[in-house]
């Protein structure tokens, strides 16, 4: 798609330097930023990062299901008395086990849940953090540089 001013890559490009402009200045609020980014990346639950531990938490939490109920579908009517059978006499631990193994992931997945929440809490301090000391450091610079202009 052509623009006024050029190509869609030339705007996307004047778009980015902006943004980073912007990002520089002193009052941007970096910490806001990073926690919106963080809460945009949740959303996806199986695209993005593969090693995104919040990712991976919630496709655990979606592949925790287990189906106890056993097919006993068969071609021929003996086949599928046995397998009636069976269920209904294994049915009870297979629902039983079925019920735990279902549970110890729901809780595999809230932890993974909760280490991703706060690696993300952890990541956007820091990522504020970064951004106020590379602030700092550039203040520092253009005073030494000022400094060393008046001398």
Do not use: C, N
């Amino acid at each position: 798609m052509e623009t006024p001013s050029g190509t869609t890559a030339t705007l996307a490009d004047e778009v980015r330097a902006e943004a980073d402009r912007l990002a520089a200045e002193p009052g941007f609020p970096a910490p806001y930023l990073a926690r919106v980014r963080s809460a945009a990346a949740r959303l996806a639950v199986t695209e993005g990062v593969q090693d995104d531990v919040r990712s991976a938490a919630l496709l655990l939490e979606q592949q925790a299901v287990i189906d106890v109920e056993a097919p006993v579908a068969s071609r021929t009517l003996p086949q599928r008395l046995v397998k009636q059978a069976v269920r209904k006499f294994i049915g009870w631990y297979v629902r039983f086990l079925g019920h735990q193994v279902g549970i110890l992931g729901q809780a595999t997945a809230r932890l993974g849940l909760v280490v991703a929440e706060r690696l993300d809490r952890m990541e956007a301090e820091q990522s504020a953090e970064r951004a106020v000391m590379a602030a700092e450091i550039a203040a520092l610079s253009a005073r030494v540089a000022e400094l060393e202009a008046r001398s």
